[in-house]
Nanobody, 121 residues
Framework: QVQLVESGGGLVQPGGSLRLACVASGSIYSINAMGWYQQAPGKQRELVATVISGGYTNYADSVKGRFTVSRDYAANTVYLQMNSLKAEDTAVYYC???????????????WGQGTQVTVSS
């Protein structure tokens, strides 16, 4: 069984910062990629940032220059440092991992439960 658990969401004023963390645990053989999606009320879930093994990163245009995604490979953890937050960043942020479980030769996507980020004065 594989679980992803997020932490670090909350309420922050415009211009502020937050750091999200997500730990993947369980019977994991290898992780190809980890990252973050956001889902605002009434909108579809959208990619925020991802980091692939080897260090390649990809960001949504709306967060480039403000958000930084990073991984701790030894700890199966992905972080999202969010700076210069705007009201439009308000959303539920979901962690995902593209990984191979132990004993299975196929990659699967796993998702966390989501953490609320609210940017408001």
């Amino acid at each position: 069984q594989v679980q992803l658990v997020e932490s670090g969401g909350g309420l922050v004023q415009p211009g502020g910062s937050l750091r999200l963390a997500c730990v993947a645990s369980g019977s994991i053989y290898s992780i190809n990629a980890m990252g973050w999606y956001q889902q605002a009320p009434g909108k579809q879930r959208e990619l925020v940032a991802t980091v692939i093994s080897g260090g390649y990163t990809n960001y949504a245009d709306s967060v480039k220059g403000r958000f930084t995604v990073s991984r701790d490979y030894a700890a199966n953890t992905v972080y999202l440092q969010m700076n210069s937050l705007k009201a439009e960043d308000t959303a539920v942020y979901y962690c995902y991992a593209d990984l191979i479980p132990v004993g299975i030769s196929t990659r699967y996507e796993y998702w966390g439960q989501g953490t609320q980020v609210t940017v408001s004065s």
